[in-house]
């Protein structure tokens, strides 16, 4: 609202003085609607008044090539978005810039691109920036002057004297632990990110290799449907989503078990009920503010114990499946053959879908609730269309999976799109790509 006083948007009381012939740009917070109509990014700045005509010299001053001019808004990352609504209010020559949350929507990449664009602007054209934000690492390491309001003014001055934690309570009403965010400690939640994807996409691809038959291939699915209901209370406690899935899908598994040993119901009849209760049940309780860290994951908040705990239990998943490889593919075969070489088949049919259950807790926080079954089934299928023998396809299937959650992720980080179905879409490009190869 301050920003739009300042504009005389809105009305206000006092005064506001401008030196006379100030020229004045602003970023707006969000624009809701642009998106949606068939705008080319020099279409959109054929609106503005008092534009340079040279849009693409405009444009690479924010680092975006003459190609972008020609594309339309709506597909823009939300990165290059907001470089060209920065270059929009460039375009008029200002001596003053207005930003409103600068960096809201953008990737936690495409943050530090902004704010370096910011500094570099303010350094080489001397230019006056007022930014509303609530960063506070940005207002710590790149401004001069703080106002800090809360429906008032609390306090200003110099940002080292001013942020200080008696007036950040004030400020916030309660005790504020400052933490300054550093590039370096972006790099490694990327690479944090990086060896978890790989790690559980490796594990779930070696574990779906296991499925020889569509009927195991349907378990992966509805147990990842019955995640929702704990991700959902996770996310109203602020827990991690991981630990809020897996009673939920160990209670899956329980009920998946003790069904078909006591009915033997057709596996779709026990998919549609797991996969309705869960989805209804989650939506009882999600906060749909949270919706698509539930539904497709967040690999990007990965910590160092996050990791930790994916990379331990996917080794141990890997080390458990190796060592029961030959029984559960002769189970997977066949139960009555391969219960005629004394296997214990119940036992392993928990084994296995115990199996699923981990690899399906620690995908959620990948791929979220509706997409772990990909993470299983994508890549083996995959790995089947060219391996010729089973060693080649379990192989097969681990490097695909592992392969697809790498580039998932550093796709993410280049276009801000979300991580979890960028990682599917990869794994269904690999079975694309070798299904001509299929005999």
């Not at 490796?202 to 290799?209: E, I, P, R, V």
């Not at 019955?226 to 991700?231: D, N, R, S, V, Y």
């Not at 996917?314 to 066949?334: D, E, M, W």
């Not at 697809?404 to 276009?415: K, R």
Request: hydrophobic share 50%; with cysteine; charged share 15%.
């Amino acid at each position: 609202m301050l920003l739009r006083a300042l504009l005389a948007v809105l009305p206000y009381e006092g005064s506001i003085k401008w030196k006379k012939g100030t020229r004045i740009g602003y970023v707006p917070q969000r624009l809701p609607y642009i998106r949606d109509i068939p705008l080319t990014v020099q279409d959109f700045f054929a609106l503005k008044r008092g534009a340079g005509p040279d849009v693409d010299e405009i444009l690479y001053t924010v680092g975006l090539g003459k190609a972008v001019g020609k594309k339309l808004i709506g597909d823009l990352s939300s990165g290059q978005f907001q470089r060209v609504l920065i270059a929009w209010a460039l375009s008029g020559d200002p001596d003053v810039l207005l930003f409103d949350e600068p960096t809201t929507g953008v990737d936690v990449g495409g943050e530090e691109t902004v704010y370096a664009l910011l500094s570099k602007l303010h350094q080489e054209r001397n230019l006056a920036m007022l930014i509303v934000t609530h960063d506070l690492a940005v207002v710590h390491r790149l401004s001069t002057m703080v106002l800090c309001l809360s429906k008032q003014p609390i306090c200003q001055g110099p940002p080292l004297s001013t942020l200080t934690p008696e007036n950040l309570e004030r400020l916030y009403g309660t005790e504020v632990e400052f933490y300054e965010h550093k590039h370096g400690q972006r790099m490694n939640a990327f690479l944090l990110s990086l060896v978890s994807a790989a790690f559980i996409g490796g594990s779930a691809a070696y574990l779906g290799s296991l499925m020889l038959s569509r009927r195991m291939a349907l378990v992966a699915g509805p147990l990842g449907h019955l995640t929702l209901p704990g991700i959902a209370l996770a996310l109203l406690w602020g827990v991690d989503v991981s630990l809020g899935a897996f009673p939920f899908v160990i209670l899956g598994v329980v009920l998946i078990w003790l069904i078909e040993m006591r009915t033997k119901p057709p596996m779709e009849a026990v998919t549609a009920v797991v996969f309705a209760s869960g989805v209804a049940i989650a939506f009882l309780f999600l906060p749909i503010d949270q919706a698509e860290a539930a539904l497709v994951g967040d690999i990007s908040k990965a910590g160092v114990g996050d990791t930790l705990l994916s990379v331990v239990a996917s080794l141990a998943i890997v080390a458990t499946v190796k060592c029961t490889y030959k029984n559960l593919i002769l189970r997977n075969i066949s139960e009555d053959l391969a219960a005629s070489e004394g296997i214990n088949v119940e036992r392993y049919n928990l084994i296995y879908l115990f199996l699923i259950a981990i690899i399906v807790a620690l995908g959620v926080k990948m791929v979220g609730g509706l997409l772990t079954a990909a993470l299983v089934a994508i890549p083996a299928a995959a790995a089947r269309n060219v391996g010729r023998n089973l060693r080649q396809y379990t192989l097969g299937a681990m490097a695909i999976g592992i392969a697809s959650a790498v580039l998932g992720v550093v796709l993410f980080q280049v276009t801000g799109l979300p991580a979890g179905p960028l990682i599917v879409l990869v794994s269904t490009a690999f079975f694309l790509v070798t299904l001509p190869f299929a005999r």
